[in-house]
């Protein structure tokens, strides 16, 4: 009891240090708030630091550069430091100082506060701010912000010596972190900046509304963060500012602040998925047709059919990357269409009938199998996944006019033809120098209105 009193009481002298060293700082905080550093709702005897973490203002507290969040990245010590500093209620002083933080870095006063409250780099001469921060360090920083809890059991691999076990068995206990399959922690394993913003997330309760992200939020926030990866939701809840209401510890978002994406109005193709983007509006569109372009209400490019959607996004996914140039990709996906298939004879459609698309591009990527209008199908429903406005024909080819079928693309003013079955049909009899990629049209491809 008496050793509580005591510890109570150092933490009371700490902040009292804190705030008379605030006087002699320059401290940029709210109008009123001069002689109030660490209102009551912020301060607390009993977490390490003397302070908590706002849980109330759903603000922004990470955020990405050129359009890339970097998920997969480790994050750094200065990246550690800006993070937890967003989230405190007010500026306190900078009073740590390193000898290797500069004092006009971007992450000179999160550095400086943070190690003042004894959460990153407490007593050491150096910060070493691009030192990639460890999953343990990462949680022993956040836990200063949180009274000690105690868990059943402590994770397989944290020795009981480890300085900071008390820290994993809080995060355990209060639902930050769960383990590996395996029983496992990993502390000294770096953690990524999608895991860094998850387990925020869940220290401070903030749950993404999905619903409300699937259907109000833009998905392109970030080039490198995609609907599909498992951290999407929470890198949202972590990057856009919103307004919510809270049913039992259930959050539902009631509005949002847009975050601008930064991007150009058209065509983005982002982890296989093909957006339109309208800077007009400030997001992508969805449920609705730019052109002959249809999206669905997560802003895909669709063909409205999910079982072709799902395999054509795998091919352009498989088969081009983004160092390849619009064309590069428009030229990988004709190869594949030309050379993964083989030729089946099969009844020619009716002159002019254009309604086989959807059955016969299914059809010949789940057998194999196909004739020109599946080969045809196939290229169209590629080509305009990656942004080209292709344009598909059933008429005739040859002095014979045989029924046939192609597609045609427009280049400048200018329309191509690209005729991947025939160009195929000439490679098998050994034609090599027959190239029907960006073909002009020399009266053998006949139209039938």
Not at 6 to 24: D, E, F, I, V
Not at 61 to 90: C, K, M, N, V, W
Not at 201 to 227: E, H, K, M, Q
Request: with cysteine; aromatic share 14%.
């Amino acid at each position: 009891m008496q050793t509580n009193r005591l510890c109570k009481s150092w933490k009371k002298t700490m902040l009292s240090l804190l705030l008379a060293a605030a006087m002699l700082l320059p401290l940029s905080v709210p109008a009123g708030a001069e002689d109030l550093m660490f209102p009551p709702d912020y301060t607390s005897p009993d977490t390490p630091s003397g302070l908590t973490l706002n849980r109330t203002d759903h603000s922004a507290y990470i955020s990405g550069s050129d359009g890339l969040f970097r998920p997969e990245d480790h994050i750094t010590r200065a990246e550690t430091a800006q993070l937890l500093s967003r989230l405190l209620a007010y500026q306190v002083p900078a009073a740590a100082v390193y000898a290797d933080v500069p004092g006009d870095a971007w992450y000179a006063q999160a550095a400086g506060m943070l190690g003042a409250l004894g959460v990153l780099r407490a007593g050491e001469s150096l910060f070493l701010p691009e030192d990639e921060v460890t999953r343990g360090e990462f949680i022993h920083a956040l836990s200063r912000f949180f009274p000690a809890a105690l868990a059943t059991s402590q994770f397989a691999d944290v020795s009981p010596w480890d300085p900071w076990a008390a820290d994993y068995l809080t995060a355990r206990a209060l639902g930050w972190v769960y383990g590996f399959e395996d029983g496992t922690l990993r502390p000294e394993q770096s953690i990524t900046r999608a895991e860094a913003v998850t387990l925020v997330n869940r220290a401070l309760g903030r749950f993404p509304d999905r619903s409300y992200i699937d259907t109000a939020v833009d998905p392109l926030l970030y080039w490198d963060v995609s609907l599909d990866d498992w951290y999407f939701y929470d890198v949202m809840e972590a990057s856009v500012p919103h307004q919510y209401d809270l049913v039992s510890s259930t959050e539902f978002w009631r509005s949002h602040t847009a975050v601008s994406a930064g991007l150009s109005s058209g065509f983005h193709l982002v982890n296989g998925w093909l957006y339109y983007y309208d800077q007009e509006r400030g997001g992508v569109v969805r449920n609705a047709s730019v052109g002959s372009f249809t999206f669905d209400a997560a802003g895909h490019f669709t063909s409205g059919s999910t079982d072709l959607d799902t395999r054509l996004r795998q091919i352009v996914m498989d088969k081009t990357n983004s160092s390849m140039t619009q064309e590069e990709k428009l030229r990988a996906l004709y190869v594949y269409t030309r050379d993964s298939f083989t030729y089946l004879r099969r009844p020619a459609y009716e002159f002019g009938v254009l309604d086989f698309m959807e059955k016969d591009a299914l059809n010949m990527l789940t057998t194999g199998y196909g004739n020109c209008y599946s080969y045809a199908s196939v290229f169209w429903y590629l080509s305009r996944w990656i942004g080209y406005d292709a344009k598909i024909y059933s008429g005739t080819v040859g002095t014979n006019k045989r029924p046939h079928s192609w597609v045609e693309i427009n280049f400048d003013g200018r329309d191509y033809i690209f005729d991947t079955e025939l160009e195929m049909a000439y490679h098998k009899k050994g034609r090599y120098e027959i190239n029907l990629y960006r073909y002009i049209d020399v009266d053998n491809w006949h139209y039938i209105k």
